[in-house]
């Protein structure tokens, strides 16, 4: 009998979402190629990346910047064949990035109610298989931000919220969070922390073109979760609010290869320390490694059995929980018929699970399922 499997990491652009980026003018948008003889029904694309946007690009078609947008990414008929055809029983639904960032402070809040509730009535539709992560209105005044929180806790289908490491514009760090820390600690949402806005392009170099999007997502995306995640733990958010509930996307993107060597920075910086006495006076009170056991889940968005290893030594095979990061890295080879192929990156991910867990069957179960059965208080169905 196949093992359970809970999807926490899956993303979707609900059609009231599609509608808005249709509208727009600049990154994020959809563009709607025109047709040619030698395509005449092309697929929109998804430019969600400044890197990808016409601006960027002069000399390029417009028709093959960003993504194709297939029915993948909006069609939950899609979403639940993909399920089925990869064994999935629940997934956790999020709005993919850029969320609401970009709007003004007047429509964010809005729309915030508009994407919440589309998916609300989708989970509702479908008990048992779909939940949802809610979207904030960050660019809204901090009050409309929190009751955006309240509104959240009274949807019978909300697990948590989908949080882009810029916060309100300023990072993760802001204080100007801290009441949004507050209304989030005290409902007991699940903060899933993802990433948008990589590096500074200048980092991957004069050719970072001829490798496509390679370096931002494999490196630019981990890279910026992590930064964020030690940006909050410097400035003692997790010492304010020792409730909170965060899980970070990518499998946490390099804490677990550095989280060590933050933590003896931390230790012996200097400006931390009284004048007199070899007194730590400021900085995190609690060590890395403690918040990161506490505070922190992690998806098990690795592709491979090593970085998962480090997952579980990080925070503890209780706290890894498995994702497939869909609709995102589909098969390639444009044959049309991507649907009826088994995804490798899918395939990849539950591979990597098995193979790190190949002598604790019950360490495999509650990743790749139950752990987000427990955690997030989903259907337990006939597991």
């Known amino acids: 009998m196949d093992p359970l499997i809970v999807d926490v990491h899956t993303h979707i652009y609900p059609p009231s979402y599609l509608a808005l980026l249709s509208s727009r003018a600049d990154p994020p948008l959809l563009h709607h190629p025109k047709p040619t003889s030698d395509n005449p029904k092309p697929s929109p694309r998804l430019i969600i990346l400044p890197s990808d946007a016409p601006s960027a690009n002069p000399n390029a078609d417009p028709s093959t910047l960003g993504r194709p947008l297939t029915e993948d990414y909006s069609s939950l008929s899609h979403i639940l064949q993909f399920m089925d055809q990869h064994r999935i029983r629940t997934s956790v ?6 969320w609401l960032d970009f709007l003004t402070p007047d429509l964010a809040p809005s729309w915030a109610r508009t994407v919440n ?3 609300e009535s989708i989970s509702y539709k479908n008990p048992g298989q779909i939940y949802f992560f809610g979207t904030l209105p960050l660019s809204a005044p901090i009050q409309e931000i929190v009751d955006s929180v309240t509104l959240l806790t009274s949807l019978p289908h909300c697990r948590g919220i989908i949080l882009g490491t810029s916060g309100l514009g300023s990072g993760l760090d802001d204080p100007a969070l801290k009441p949004v820390w507050a209304a989030l600690e005290q409902s007991s949402l699940l903060i899933f922390i993802h990433p948008h806005y990589g590096l500074p392009t200048d980092v991957f170099g004069p ?33 304010e609010h020792p409730r909170l509930r965060v899980l970070l996307a990518h499998a946490g993107g390099a804490v677990g290869a550095l989280g060590e060597r933050v933590q003896s920075c931390v230790e012996h910086e200097r400006g931390y320390y009284s004048g007199t006495k070899a007194e730590r006076i400021k900085g995190p009170k609690r060590s890395l490694k403690e918040v990161l ?13 090593t970085g998962l290893r480090m997952a579980v030594e990080l925070v503890g095979k209780e706290r890894v929980m498995w994702g497939s990061d869909h609709p995102f890295f589909p098969p390639v080879g444009g044959s ?11 395939r990849t991910n539950v591979d990597a699970v098995r193979d790190a867990f190949r002598e604790d069957e019950q360490g495999m179960k509650g990743v790749l399922g139950s752990n987000a059965v427990e955690l997030l208080r989903l259907d337990r169905g006939s597991s």
């Not at 056991?293 to 059995?305: H, Q, R």
């Not at 049309?336 to 899918?346: H, I, L, P, R």
């Open 336 to 346: 049309g018929d991507e649907e009826e192929k088994e995804w490798a990156s899918v």
């Open 117 to 119: 509730e589309e998916l």
């Open 207 to 239: 050719r970072r073109n001829e490798s496509g999007h390679v370096m931002p997502l494999s490196l630019g995306f981990p890279m910026e979760t992590t930064i964020a995640m030690v940006r909050m733990f410097l400035v003692g958010v997790f010492d």
């Open 293 to 305: 056991k506490t505070n922190v889940w992690l998806d098990a968005i690795s592709y491979g059995a």
């Open 93 to 98: 639904l999020s709005l993919a990035n850029p």
